[in-house]
Nanobody, 115 residues
Framework: QVQLVESGGGLVQAGGSLRLSCAASGSIASISTMAWYRRAPGTQRELVAV???????NYRDSVKGRFTISRDNAKNTVYLQMNSLKPEDTAVYYC?????????WGQGTQVTVSS
């Protein structure tokens, strides 16, 4: 019912920047929560940042001050601007969409930060 398409991953040196995008299509609700999660190999998936349709945001402590989540409701797109990247940020990043009825996941985009 909802499809998420992610883009923007890649390889970057420590201290560099990257911006991820996630576009939602299909049966889009006017009120929704979108978020970015990540999973490193052998680890559990963890929440990186979340944003409501009203613009309320929250971040995990390790990315505060470095990452910024934003959304364009007209385009049904959420972004994650990642600055001052560290090797420990290396992971597959997943977009999440929650319309209050179902949770949908993107296929993931690889972010690799070299030391």
């Amino acid at each position: 019912q909802v499809q998420l398409v992610e883009s923007g991953g890649g390889l970057v040196q420590a201290g560099g920047s990257l911006r991820l995008s996630c576009a939602a299509s299909g049966s889009i609700a006017s009120i929704s929560t979108m978020a970015w999660y990540r999973r490193a190999p052998g680890t559990q998936r963890e929440l990186v940042a979340v944003i409501t349709s009203g613009g309320i945001t929250n971040y995990r402590d390790s990315v505060k001050g470095r990452f910024t989540i934003s959304r364009d409701n007209a385009k049904n797109t959420v972004y994650l601007q990642m600055n001052s990247l560290k090797p420990e940020d290396t992971a597959v990043y997943y977009c999440m969409y929650n319309d209050g009825f179902r949770i949908y996941w993107g296929q993931g985009t690889q972010v690799t930060v070299s030391s």
